[in-house]
């Protein structure tokens, strides 16, 4: 049973183009994460949401509670964006539940 | 700051061993947890902590201790490494429990059991 689920699992993009990763969870959850996990392993953290719409530069991420839904779009795709996205949720108080990532390639 | 800090990058033990992967970090930081990560699976809880000298059990704790007797170190300990702990291990970070909060990863651990 998975309390995270991402699609897709796999995009292909050209650069330029407007990217959207959907997130939809099963759980009642205090807040919902975006993680960016580079070719090389490392992990950062993009957004961090309990409600409405985030921004920061390229990257819009929202969520709707209601139902219990998430995307992350990346406006003017780039080759440097090509990583795996994560989304993760917070319930119960302090456990996460990862999804399994979308892996992204952006092609020159 | 050097942030979440973790060694060793890379570990090769045979089934049976025991072992201690590090973590560390400097930002003054409530919440420590450790994860897995699979191929195929997300990353799973393997233990947290919400301060010193306390510490909880995750989704996946079988096989793994820990301990949390300052607030900087964060040590996990493999009792008895058998091969299904093949995997790749994250230490993380955040101010505060909750997950109201950034999270700060470590650069992770490939541990190999044969």
């Known amino acids: 049973k998975n309390e995270v689920e991402q699609s897709p699992q796999n995009l292909t993009a050209q650069e330029g183009e407007f990217i959207t990763i959907n997130c939809s969870y099963s759980v009642g959850i205090s807040a919902l994460h975006w993680l960016q996990q580079h070719p090389g392993g490392g992990i950062v953290s993009l957004f961090m949401l309990s409600s409405g719409k985030k921004k920061h530069g390229r990257l819009i991420a929202t969520i709707n509670i209601q139902e219990k839904h998430s995307s992350l779009h990346i406006t003017a795709s780039h080759p440097r964006d090509s990583a795996v996205y994560i989304c993760a949720v917070i319930s119960g108080g302090n456990q996460f539940y990862f999804g399994t990532g979308t892996s992204l390639t952006v092609i020159p | 700051n050097a942030g979440v800090t973790q060694t060793p990058k890379f570990q090769v033990l045979k089934t049976g061993q025991s072992m201690t992967l590090q973590c560390a970090q400097d930002?003054?930081?409530?919440?420590m947890s450790w994860y897995r990560q699979d191929p195929g699976m997300g990353l799973r809880l393997i233990h947290y902590?919400?301060?010193?000298?306390?510490?909880d059990q995750g989704e996946v704790p079988n096989g793994y201790n820990v301990s949390r007797s300052t607030t900087e170190d964060f040590p996990l300990r493999l009792l008895s490494a058998a091969p299904s702990q093949t995997s790749v291990y994250f230490c993380?970070?955040?101010?505060?429990?909750?997950?109201?909060?950034?999270?700060?990863f470590g650069p992770g651990t490939r541990l190999t059991v044969l």
């Open positions: 993380a970070s955040s101010l505060l429990a909750g997950g109201y909060n950034e999270q700060f």
């Open positions: 902590s919400v301060g010193a000298g306390i510490t």
């Open positions: 930002m003054n930081h409530e919440y």
